[in-house]
Each structure stands twice: as C-alpha cells, then as structure tokens.
C-alpha cells in the first residue's frame, strides 16, 4: 500500500548530540511537511517542501533543519536536542492539487536524555 | 494569519448516540479546505471528513458529517451512532487553496465513548 513511513519510531538522543529523523513516502506528493507534536497538543508546523522549494516556518528554531534530496525522503535534524525538543514528531504528504488531504506517518516519539 | 479554535478539550458520549464537536476558523480568504482527523491513540493521525469552501452542501460520510457555516466560519462535526472505535483525538484543520500548502490545526477535542 501507498503510504508514509517514517524511521524509526522511538528515538532516544542524549542532550546536545546531534540527531536525524526520517520520512519516506510512496504517494509522489509533491508536498512534505515535518510537525512537532507535544502532549495531546496540536501539531505545530515546522517547515514544509513543495518539490524542493523549502518553506520554514517563522517561529522555528534554527536549531531544526530539513533536507529532501528526492521527492520520497524527507530528514529532520535536530542539531543540538535540548529537553524542550522532546515530543512526536509527524510527517505528512499532500499533493498540489486534488483533494489535499494531509496523508501522515506514524510518528518518531523523540526522547532527549 | 488563518487561525482555528476548538473550544471543546474534552468531550463524551454514550455508545449509540450522537455528538458534535465545535470548530472556528478565521481567514480572509474565499476560498479553503476544512478537514477533521482523527488520532487514536498512538496511533497515526487519518483524515475523517473534508469540506471545500466553495461548496454549499455540507460533506457526509458515513456516520460522520459537518455542518459548515461559511459566514460564521463555523465547522462542526457530528459523529451519529457513535462505536468505542471513534475514542480518539479530533483536530479541525484549515488550507488554503492557492498560495501556499500550509495544514493549520486547532488545539484538538479529546472524544471519550462511555459502553
């Protein structure tokens, strides 16, 4: 099945190490997008790709940075993780057009020890 | 900058009855996408029901259905016949359809199915 995979689940990182999150999909949407999600909380958007154009969000650290070499993979990396950073983190894919529905991975559970 | 606001952190309902979980939305734009999800927990987020703006009827599926008030930017979702399987995180979500791809959510309603 057509679908967004996101590797791996759990991620445990020590503060301050460097870590990378990653996403790869099968839909080729043109879109992707990465979302921090604490608690039972709304997922915030961080940043998202339309093809290879990066869009970041105003309010986002400098402290996460994105790549998508292709149209199937997506990283987040988190490049000094503080306590703050621990959360879900959701990525999703949506087309241009069509019906825009967000499709979305399981999630990384990110914990910073 | 387009917002949505669920004022609901929590709601309940009894097997076999039906509930409705409140949505709003603000934007200057004529013309947008509206969508609920779902997530249950741990597991991931799936997309309920959509609504284009444009469109006067509101969307149904199945036991789920909106009722959109355009001019009150108003979004709810009325699950009927509610099943211990709709337990689950709700959010209301807001794109616009030109200019950009940006998936806005609301702060979500928790939905509790008492057997």
């Known amino acids: 099945d057509a679908m967004v995979i996101q590797n791996p689940r759990y991620q445990v990182t020590q503060f301050g190490k460097p870590v990378t999150l990653s996403c790869s999909q099968t839909l080729n949407h043109n879109v992707m997008y990465w979302y921090q999600q604490k608690s039972s909380q709304a997922p915030k958007l961080l940043f998202h790709y339309y093809d290879k154009d990066f869009n970041n969000e105003a309010d986002t650290p400098d402290n996460f940075q994105s790549r998508r070499p292709n149209t199937s993979f997506c990283f987040l990396d988190i490049r000094s993780p503080g306590l703050g950073d621990a959360a879900m983190y959701l990525c999703?894919?949506?087309?241009?057009?069509?019906?825009?529905?967000?499709?979305f991975g399981q999630g990384t559970r990110l914990t910073v020890v | 900058a387009q917002t949505v606001t669920q004022s609901q952190p929590e709601m309940s309902v009894q097997e076999a009855e039906t509930v409705t979980l409140s949505c709003t939305y603000d934007?200057?734009?004529?013309?947008?996408?509206l969508f609920w999800y779902k997530q249950p927990p741990s597991r991931q987020m799936i997309l309920v029901i959509r609504q284009e703006a444009y469109k006067q009827q509101n969307a149904t599926e199945n036991r789920f259905s909106v009722n959109f008030q355009k001019a009150a930017k108003s979004f709810s979702l009325k699950i009927s016949d509610s099943q211990l399987g709709d337990a689950a995180m709700y959010f209301c979500a807001y794109r616009r359809t030109t200019g950009g791809f940006k998936t806005i959510f609301g702060a979500g309603t928790r939905l509790f199915v008492k057997a």
């Open positions: 999703a894919t949506s087309n241009r057009g069509g019906n825009a529905e967000a499709f």
């Open positions: 934007t200057s734009e004529s013309d947008y996408y």
